[in-house]
């Protein structure tokens, strides 16, 4: 073979290979916004399925961003098939009454987390409706944190005036607890909205109650799984005698413990 055809044929494979890492590097670019999402959703120390619906829309609309700018066919291929597998998964997700209620009850994205409005209706209309079935005590909390609520007969005037008080309208009660959280500024991404709803638990009773069932759903099964390989490796052949109780406060301590706590000196 001459000099001049080796030559050719070395740059015709030289930049097979260039296209070939560009396209790889492309690939990567792609796929990182998904590695990103997977790590954020599969935590199990802050609150995850409210973040669900507006993780998914990022991600849809990273593949059209990348639909636009990519500039080999492989990479091209990718975003397609990516673009038409979340189409298929997640057309309906804010319809999702599990996820929409999170989204809604997590003050840093209130009506933000919705694309449709008459979507985020619906979610506001469910939270207002399951926050007037919470039963909220009637007493004043400074008769029940005073000492005199404590004597029997302070308690028959404390019932008297209670019996007196005109009964009130739930559903009233939790319409106005929605709307004035509505009207609540954004709580900031870094900040904990569970410490938010404690610090508003006076003014939203019902709310801050209902946010116990809806906020702490987990996005993902990989709590569950971290928790069954934990106990794979404490419940070991040279381990195999250990009670279930035993087995069950060890779990519970590995999963609650500070990591501070966890480390020997």
Not at 224 to 238: D, P, Q
Request: charged share 25%; with cysteine; proline share 5%.
């Amino acid at each position: 073979m001459s000099h001049r055809k080796r030559s050719s044929v070395w740059m015709y494979f030289s930049l097979e290979t260039n296209k070939e890492w560009i396209a790889l590097q492309e690939i990567c670019n792609i796929l990182k916004p998904f590695e990103e999402v997977t790590a954020e959703l599969s935590a199990e120390s802050y609150m995850t399925a409210s973040k669900v619906i507006l993780l998914v829309r990022g991600l849809q609309r990273a593949m059209a961003d990348f639909h636009r700018r990519v500039t080999t066919q492989a990479a091209l291929d990718v975003v397609s098939v990516l673009s038409s597998g979340m189409s298929a998964r997640f057309h309906r997700i804010e319809s999702n009454h599990i996820l929409a209620d999170a989204a809604a009850l997590d003050p840093r994205f209130q009506r933000m987390a919705f694309v449709d409005g008459g979507t985020a209706d619906e979610a506001f209309q469910r939270v207002s409706t399951a926050a007037a079935g919470i039963a909220i005590s009637s007493r004043e909390p400074n008769q029940l944190d005073s000492g005199a609520s404590e004597s029997i007969v302070w308690n028959y005037f404390y019932e008297e005036v209670a019996e007196t008080k005109p009964s009130r309208n739930l559903p009233a009660d939790s319409v106005t607890e929605v709307r004035g959280y509505l009207q609540e500024p954004l709580l900031p991404k870094n900040k904990d909205p569970l410490q938010w709803w404690k610090s508003r638990s006076s003014v939203y009773p019902r709310l801050s109650r209902l946010v116990a069932k809806k906020l702490c759903v987990v996005a993902t099964s990989v709590p569950a799984e971290r928790l069954f390989s934990k106990t794979g490796e404490l419940f070991a052949e040279r381990r195999s005698r250990l009670k279930p109780a035993t087995v069950k406060s060890l779990i519970f301590l590995n999963g609650n413990l500070p990591k501070d706590k966890k480390e020997r000196p």
